[in-house]
């Protein structure tokens, strides 16, 4: 059963992989600005209260979503000495680091301003730090979401991980710092990120085990 999950995992990957290249394409050649604003328009201008409040705790909360999932995995594997915890733990803050270093990255080389900046209309309703693209907060979150789905590929795990993600992105596209092209390559980049150092665990743990197979007996 866990396989299957990883593997239904590993083909919708493979599935964004082809539509983050898709829109990109459609973004810097085509008509993307207009769609984009088109779409964040009636979500950033449709306020209440509720949205307000709830969005705006939901978008603060990445941070401590993304140090209390791996602090959760190191305390409990340190705890247990279970080292494979331990392990899962460094890898979800390896993949917490490269979409880190991606984001921020990406961000420097596009410098797409915040839509509040182009278009006067758009409600600001939290601070934006630097350029727009791609969403950092969303890249944030659906790395963390992406890690805890492929290290315990259950539906009352997977489910509630990436519904968090994605109500993480629509607040930054609420809170006007967003286009929704942000939002969908931050989560490209987030679920990539941690499905790369996933890969690259499960490789070295089966170097490490042919390792240890092929090292003569000390005995």
């Not at 190191?74 to 979800?92: C, E, P, S």
Request: proline fraction near 4%.
């Amino acid at each position: 059963m866990q396989s299957l999950f990883i593997n239904q995992i590993t083909m919708g990957f493979k599935k964004i992989l082809i539509l983050f290249f898709i829109i990109l394409c459609f973004h810097f050649y085509g008509n993307g600005q207009n769609v984009d604003i088109n779409i964040l328009q009636p979500i950033n201008q449709s306020e209440t209260t509720f949205k307000n409040n709830f969005l705006k705790a939901t978008a603060q909360s990445v941070t401590i979503f993304n140090i209390v999932a791996p602090a959760s995995l190191l305390t409990a594997g340190v705890i247990r000495h279970d080292k494979q915890l331990q392990k899962n733990a460094a890898y979800m803050i390896g993949g917490f680091v490269v979409s880190s270093i991606v984001t921020q990255s990406m961000k420097r080389i596009i410098k797409r301003d915040r839509p509040y900046v182009t278009y006067p209309y758009i409600v600001k309703r939290d601070v934006g730090g630097s350029y727009s693209f791609p969403s950092g907060h969303t890249s944030a979150a659906f790395c963390t979401a992406t890690s805890l789905s492929l290290l315990f590929p259950k539906w009352y795990v997977i489910a509630p991980s990436y519904l968090y993600a994605a109500t993480v992105g629509y607040a930054r596209m609420y809170q006007g710092v967003h286009y929704p092209s942000d939002v969908l390559v931050g989560a490209l980049v987030g679920a990539g990120s941690a499905w790369l150092s996933y890969k690259v665990e499960k490789w070295m743990d089966k170097k490490n085990k042919q390792n240890k197979k092929q090292s003569p007996s000390l005995l």
